[in-house]
C-alpha cells in the first residue's frame, strides 16, 4: 500500500526556515508530479508549488522567491525549502502525488498534512 508521510512542520518564528519532507513507500513503478499545498484555518487548500518528473517546477505568486520544491528520485522523497516566512505562511501542508502503481495505473495520493506555524 502506497504512503505519504511528512514531517518537518513546526512552529518558527516570522523571517525564519523549515524544510518540510514528504516520503513515498510501497509498491509503485514511479512518480509523476508532485505538489505542495496547504490550507489555513477556515480557507480553502491552495496549491503551493509543483514539480514534474522532469524536474520541472512552478510556484503560488505569494511564495515566490521564498519556497523552493525540490526532489529525489532515488529515494522517493520530496521537499520544500521555506525561507522568509511570514505569519501569512501558517497553514496545515499537504504533499500531494500521482503515482504509477502498475501499466496504466495511475493513483492520486495525499499525506497526512503538517502543521506549520509562523509567529510575529
Known amino acids: 500500500q502506497v504512503r505519504l508521510v511528512e514531517s518537518g512542520g513546526g512552529l518558527v518564528q516570522a523571517g525564519g526556515s523549515l524544510t518540510l519532507s514528504c516520503a513515498a513507500s510501497g509498491s509503485m513503478l514511479s512518480i509523476n508530479t508532485c505538489r505542495w499545498y496547504r490550507q489555513a484555518p477556515g480557507k480553502e487548500r491552495d496549491l503551493v508549488a509543483s514539480?514534474?518528473?522532469?524536474?520541472?517546477?512552478n510556484y503560488a505568486d505569494s511564495v515566490k522567491g521564498r519556497f523552493t520544491i525540490s526532489r529525489d528520485n532515488t529515494k522517493n522523497i520530496m521537499y520544500l525549502q521555506m525561507t522568509g516566512l511570514k505569519p501569512e505562511d501558517t497553514a496545515v501542508y499537504y504533499c500531494n502525488a500521482l503515482i504509477l502503481l502498475a501499466r496504466g495505473v495511475w493513483q492520486n495520493y495525499w499525506g497526512q498534512g503538517t502543521q506549520v506555524t509562523v509567529s510575529s
Open positions: 514539480i514534474t518528473s522532469g524536474g520541472s517546477t
